[in-house]
């Protein structure tokens, strides 16, 4: 037994994870559909449904991150920018270390890890930001689509006839500024579903290879918090 038994992850941050984790995975799917719905010969009330689904799951996983970047500012130990990001000073020499094998278990994540954190928290705020934003010139879900709603409607008392797919009450040419303006959102969110889809293989791979090599119990610890690290390499990072 010469490892000791280490906690580093908080009941939030696993709480996080999970969630997190299934929510892009529901998010993933129900987005492939919607993206093949012409292939697939889906009808509009069809894409409607498809798309409130995938609005409604998308709140899961944005209050989720949101909570998980709050957490960063305010949290305590491991739920911090700090020990998170690849920006704290020696980061590089760690890097160099890492490349070299030289160290080989991490009380954290690894340099690699942190890297990758970077990576996956970038693109899921792209995509949680597009997302809100489409939502809102689509379907006239919160927390925009009131907005939109007002501005592309003729008589602005009446609202609720402005429905999806749906030309009553749109004033056309408001509508089609809208519909410009969203292209580069619903650009980004296809392009951070495609990041999304290259990250996470590359997250589960490079845990993986980790566990192999670092021996810490990894995978568990996103369960229980704990990992098992060498008794005589105390380690802060
Ligand atoms: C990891 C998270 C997410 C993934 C992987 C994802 C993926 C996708 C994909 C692949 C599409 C199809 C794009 C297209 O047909 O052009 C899509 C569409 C859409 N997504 Fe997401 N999405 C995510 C999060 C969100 C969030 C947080 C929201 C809002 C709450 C959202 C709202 C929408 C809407 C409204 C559409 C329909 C766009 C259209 O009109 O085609 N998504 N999503």
Redesign the pocket.
């Known amino acids: 037994m010469n490892r000791k038994q280490v906690f580093v992850w908080s009941r939030r941050i696993r709480l996080f994870h999970w969630i997190n984790v299934i929510?892009?995975l529901l998010?993933?799917a129900?987005?492939?559909v919607?993206?093949?719905?012409k292939i697939l010969g889906i009808s509009t009330e069809g894409?409607v449904l498809l798309?409130t689904i995938?609005?409604?799951?998308?709140?899961v996983?944005?209050s989720n991150?949101i909570f998980r970047l709050i957490t960063a500012f305010v949290g305590k130990g491991y739920e911090r920018w700090h020990k998170i990001l690849p920006f704290k000073k020696g980061f590089k020499a760690e890097l160099v270390e890492f490349t070299q094998g030289k160290k080989l278990a991490y009380k954290g994540h690894s340099p690699a890890g942190k890297l990758m954190v970077l990576a996956l928290l970038s693109?899921?705020t792209v995509?949680?930001i597009?997302?809100?934003v489409?939502?809102g010139?689509?379907?006239y879900?919160p927390p925009f689509g009131q907005y939109f709603a007002e501005n592309i409607a003729v008589d602005k008392d009446n609202i609720a006839a402005i429905k999806p797919y749906s030309k009553e009450n749109v004033n056309a040419a408001a509508y089609q500024v809208m519909r410009d303006f969203?292209k580069p959102f619903?650009t980004a969110?296809?392009y951070?579903?495609y990041c999304?889809?290259l990250l996470i293989p590359l997250h589960i791979i490079g845990v993986i290879m980790a566990e192999r090599r670092e021996k810490s119990a990894l995978i568990s610890a996103m369960f229980n918090g704990y990992k098992y690290l060498p008794k005589n390499k105390p380690d802060e990072h």
């Open positions: 929510a892009i998010l993933i129900i987005g492939t919607i993206l093949n719905g894409k798309k995938h609005v409604l799951v998308g709140y996983f944005a991150l693109v899921m995509q949680m597009s997302g809100l489409i939502a010139t689509d379907i879900y969203r619903i969110h296809v951070a579903f999304l889809l």
